[in-house]
Every structure is written in C-alpha cells, then in structure tokens.
C-alpha cells in the first residue's frame, strides 16, 4: 500500500482543515487506518484510528471532540477533519496503514504516507 498525504496549510488558531490520505492497491479496505503527528523536537504521537469498516474509532486525548476521523473505501482515502486548532496541533502529520497490534503504536503501522504540514498560528 502506498500513501500520499495532503491538505496540510497554515491556519489560524480556532480555524479548521480536512487532510485526505488517498492510498493505492486494491486491498485498501482490509486495512485499518491512522493518523499521526509530529512536532518539531517531538516523537511521534497518536491522533487517530478507523478501523477497515468504519466503525471503529479511536482519538487520542488531546484532540477527542476536535477532530474526526473518517474514511471512503470506494475513493481508497482517509480523512482528518480538524476543527477548533490550536498553536499546539502544529506538526507534520502523517497516515498509516495499521497490520497488528495496539492501534496508537508506530510500530502497529507498515506503511505510511510521506507527511503534510500543519501550521496554526495564534
């Protein structure tokens, strides 16, 4: 599976932004999918999981209420919508295809998509 993260911008403190993650191969849907962040200086952080299906979704506290994860099987493509941001959400943010484990572990990932800036100013 390959992944190509975009939507990354410069924005306001309080305003939003939609990434999409759109991802090649037919297999796609079998995998669960996730989002991750990392800041300048940082490790990289868990924000968010959507199982193959949809059904299943995890947020990271720091963004639970904020932030929404969604995903369009038949478009091969992930989404983070990210409303009410914060200076603090800045980082680059990354999708990955998850294969086993606990859903907000890097290594639980295979693939992952090349990254998209997000930069909120106050």
């Known amino acids: 599976v390959q992944l190509q993260a975009s939507g990354g911008g410069l924005v306001q403190a309080g305003g939003s932004l939609r990434l999409s993650c759109a991802a090649s191969?037919?297999?796609?849907?079998?995998?669960?999918m996730g989002w991750f962040r990392q800041a300048p200086g940082k490790e990289r952080e868990f924000v968010a999981y959507?199982?193959?299906?949809?059904?299943?979704?995890y947020y990271a506290d720091s963004v639970k209420g904020r932030f929404t994860i969604s995903r369009d099987n038949a478009k091969n493509t992930v989404y983070l919508q990210m409303n009410s941001l914060k200076p603090e959400d800045t980082a680059l943010y990354y999708c990955?295809?998850?294969?086993?484990?606990?859903?907000?572990?890097?290594?639980?990932?295979?693939?992952w998509g090349q990254g998209t800036l997000v930069t909120v100013s106050s």
């Open positions: 959507i199982g193959w299906s949809g059904s299943r979704t």
């Open positions: 191969g037919r297999t796609f849907s079998s995998y669960g």
């Open positions: 990955a295809a998850y294969v086993s484990g606990i859903y907000y572990y890097t290594g639980s990932y295979a693939y």
